[in-house]
Nanobody, 114 residues
Framework: QVQLVESGGGVVQPGGSLTLSCAAS????????MSWHRQAPGKGRELVAV????????NYADSVKGRFTISRDNAKNTVYLQMNSLKPEDTAVYYC???????WGQGTQVTVSS
């Protein structure tokens, strides 16, 4: 069955960096685009970044453009989200998702606080 497992969240100071990972299994990873989403307390789930099957095509929410980078390693069945210059408003639970089908990971908490 499809499984997505996020890791790498934590507590970081404003201006800091974190890299999230999402390990995929149960499907042919290189055949699917992937995305990262986030949900802040009291808010809806927001699309953060998208990556194509090969990793050549990417797209970002305006709120993270220039600070976050999505990438993938098809040999490792893993998609990453490098987050730099973090702000308190980036605090949220971050989820990865397969672009086709309603498959989500369990989420990883990112807290940006001094």
């Amino acid at each position: 069955q499809v499984q997505l497992v996020e890791s790498g969240g934590g507590v970081v100071q404003p201006g800091g960096s974190l890299t999230l990972s999402c390990a995929a299994s149960g499907f042919i990873f290189s055949n699917y685009g992937m995305s990262w989403h986030r949900q802040a307390p009291g808010k809806g789930r927001e699309l953060v970044a998208v990556i194509s099957t090969t990793g050549v095509g990417t797209n970002y929410a305006d709120s993270v453009k220039g600070r976050f980078t999505i990438s993938r390693d098809n040999a490792k069945n893993t998609v990453y989200l490098q987050m730099n210059s973090l702000k308190p408003e980036d605090t949220a639970v971050y989820y990865c998702k397969r672009r086709i089908g309603d498959y989500w990971g369990q989420g990883t908490q990112v807290t940006v606080s001094s």
